[in-house]
């Protein structure tokens, strides 16, 4: 008899998430070499103090990274970051936007992930579930 418990299936969507979270990384990673070249960035905060925007970078990368890895492993909490992150995102993005700036490849990275979040496969591979009964011989 099998006692290991099955590990959940994770749906298309939570690999989709990962996906345009790793996008965003990208998109940071290249905004950064556009700062480097003396160039404005398109998603990053202008901030005037380098340093300033080192450490708002490496904050925001490692955040995504560890979301990425807690949606891989159907963490609940990672699901509720993300929200939270793409919800921040996003009201930055509106923000920027109506100020001048262009983060339209931003905004769609965000709105497409929330589409998934938001699905009823998605949502349900994040809910709770009580804990398995210990198995006793």
């Given at each position: 008899?099998?006692?290991?418990?099955?590990?959940?299936?994770?749906?298309?969507?939570?690999?989709?998430?990962?996906?345009?979270?790793?996008?965003?990384?990208?998109?940071?990673?290249?905004?950064?070499?556009?700062?480097?070249?003396?160039?404005?960035?398109?998603?990053?905060?202008?901030?005037?103090?380098?340093?300033?925007l080192v450490v708002v970078?490496?904050?925001?990368?490692?955040?995504?990274?560890?979301?990425?890895?807690?949606?891989?492993?159907?963490?609940?909490?990672?699901?509720?970051?993300?929200?939270?992150?793409?919800?921040?995102?996003?009201?930055?993005?509106?923000?920027?936007?109506?100020?001048?700036?262009?983060p339209f490849v931003s905004?769609?990275?965000?709105?497409?992930?929330?589409?998934?979040?938001?699905?009823?496969?998605?949502?349900?591979?994040?809910?709770?579930?009580?804990?398995?009964?210990?198995?006793?011989?």
């Amino acid at each position: 008899m099998n006692t290991r418990p099955t590990q959940p299936k994770r749906p298309f969507g939570v690999y989709a998430i990962i996906a345009l979270l790793l996008l965003r990384v990208l998109s940071i990673s290249l905004d950064l070499e556009r700062i480097r070249q003396g160039l404005t960035p398109l998603t990053l905060p202008d901030l005037d103090n380098s340093s300033s925007l080192v450490v708002v970078i490496a904050i925001t990368i490692a955040a995504i990274l560890a979301v990425c890895i807690g949606l891989f492993l159907l963490k609940r909490w990672a699901w509720i970051a993300v929200m939270i992150l793409i919800g921040i995102n996003l009201l930055y993005g509106i923000v920027y936007y109506l100020n001048g700036g262009q983060p339209f490849v931003s905004l769609l990275l965000d709105v497409i992930s929330v589409f998934y979040l938001n699905q009823s496969t998605v949502q349900a591979a994040f809910e709770r579930r009580p804990a398995p009964p210990e198995v006793t011989a």
